[in-house]
């Protein structure tokens, strides 16, 4: 993974901002979730996820 794809890189970026330079970036599945959101646990390749608060991402990872 280079640095540009870092999950950490689009923190504190305007979530649709984020969600449309991850699908620029490849990422097949970008899912935007608000903070405490339950979430199943299997990895997903290619998927990259947003906890979004007051529509800017406060955090992500990725599967």
Avoid: Q
């Amino acid at each position: 993974m280079t640095p540009e794809h870092a999950p950490e890189t689009y923190v504190g970026l305007a979530a649709d901002r984020a969600e449309r330079l991850a699908r620029n970036r490849g990422w097949r599945v970008v899912r935007c979730l608000p903070p405490g959101s339950i979430v199943t646990m299997e990895y997903l390749a290619g998927r990259i996820n947003f906890e979004v608060e007051d529509e800017v991402v406060t955090r992500a990872w990725l599967g």
